[in-house]
């Protein structure tokens, strides 16, 4: 259905953006049917850690990613790509606890102490980079392109966090390599949405470096502006505050 649609364009789609969610399997059809169609250039849903890292690569919930990445290297004659690595979600995994700060109860969760530095970006900076990238192709066809606002510790976000709410936060503390355990045992429970949280708290708070892009990213020869940690969490503690 989707090559249907694709070939049926009058004019013929040129690029597709992925948007598949981690541990799903419909971006490879999409890009097998972009094949079939003939399109040009295809972003795939990466948005995340680096998968293509030794720690990261062999995880189950990166399977259908990894998959993704062997499609597309088998037709690099046929259809270009571009891989685009983003850390985790800032605003949206600070607003909703995903990240281990839960801003309501005042409450941090920090995974090996909070000091290894772990990089990240804002939705809207993921936005700017799909189109920075569509119009450089010179910078970014076949490629993995790195993009971040920050990169810092939860300890740093963490210190931001009693900064801009005025108060002393509980904080919890546990491991990395306990977050893996729980993680890959949910996963085989078929609790998948656990099982992801887990590994992906593994992958970026361990220090090995699956999520952590400093020296890599590509924001400013995209020209694309990067936030400072510093306004993100406060305009965070600004929105809960509001929607209280």
Same mark, same amino acid.
């Given at each position: 259905? #989707?090559?249907?649609?694709?070939?049926?364009?009058?004019?013929?789609?040129?690029?597709?953006?992925?948007?598949?969610?981690?541990?799903?399997?419909?971006?490879?059809?999409?890009?097998?049917?972009?094949?079939?169609?003939? #399109?040009?250039?295809?972003?795939?849903?990466?948005?995340?850690?680096?998968?293509?890292?030794?720690?990261?690569?062999?995880?189950?919930?990166?399977?259908? @990613?990894?998959?993704?990445? $062997?499609?597309? !290297?088998?037709?690099?004659?046929?259809?270009?790509?571009?891989?685009?690595?983003?850390?985790?979600?800032?605003?949206?995994?600070?607003?909703?606890?995903?990240?281990?700060?839960?801003?309501?109860?005042?409450?941090?969760?920090?995974?090996?102490?909070? $000091?290894?530095?772990?990089?990240?970006?804002?939705?809207?900076?993921?936005?700017?980079?799909?189109?920075?990238?569509?119009?450089?192709?010179?910078?970014?066809? =076949?490629?993995?392109?790195?993009?971040?606002?920050?990169?810092?510790?939860?300890?740093?976000?963490?210190?931001?966090?009693? @900064?801009?709410?005025?108060?002393?936060?509980?904080?919890?503390?546990?491991?990395?390599?306990?977050?893996?355990?729980?993680?890959?045992?949910?996963?085989? $429970?078929?609790?998948?949405?656990?099982?992801?949280?887990?590994?992906?708290?593994?992958?970026?708070? =361990?220090?090995?470096?699956?999520? =952590?892009?400093?020296? $890599?990213?590509?924001?400013?020869?995209?020209?694309?502006?990067?936030?400072?940690?510093?306004?993100?969490?406060?305009?965070?503690?600004?929105? !809960?505050?509001?929607?209280?």
């Amino acid at each position: 259905m #989707v090559a249907k649609h694709f070939r049926e364009s009058s004019t013929g789609p040129r690029i597709t953006v992925g948007n598949a969610a981690v541990g799903e399997n419909s971006d490879k059809s999409f890009i097998e049917a972009a094949l079939e169609a003939g #399109v040009k250039w295809v972003i795939p849903t990466e948005f995340t850690a680096d998968i293509s890292h030794p720690f990261a690569a062999p995880l189950p919930i990166f399977a259908s @990613k990894i998959a993704v990445i $062997k499609l597309l !290297k088998e037709n690099e004659s046929r259809i270009a790509h571009t891989f685009i690595t983003t850390g985790g979600f800032l605003d949206w995994g600070l607003d909703n606890g995903f990240l281990g700060f839960d801003i309501t109860s005042r409450t941090a969760t920090l995974y090996d102490d909070g $000091k290894h530095a772990f990089s990240g970006t804002t939705l809207s900076s993921i936005g700017k980079a799909v189109v920075a990238v569509i119009h450089h192709p010179e910078l970014t066809l =076949n490629r993995r392109i790195y993009i971040a606002d920050v990169t810092a510790t939860q300890q740093q976000a963490l210190d931001l966090f009693e @900064k801009y709410t005025g108060t002393k936060w509980t904080v919890k503390h546990t491991s990395t390599e306990d977050e893996f355990k729980r993680g890959a045992e949910l996963f085989a $429970k078929g609790d998948f949405a656990q099982g992801a949280h887990g590994y992906l708290m593994a992958v970026a708070f =361990n220090g090995q470096g699956a999520c =952590n892009f400093e020296g $890599k990213t590509s924001n400013k020869a995209l020209g694309i502006e990067s936030i400072s940690l510093e306004q993100i969490i406060k305009e965070a503690a600004e929105r !809960k505050k509001a929607a209280n």
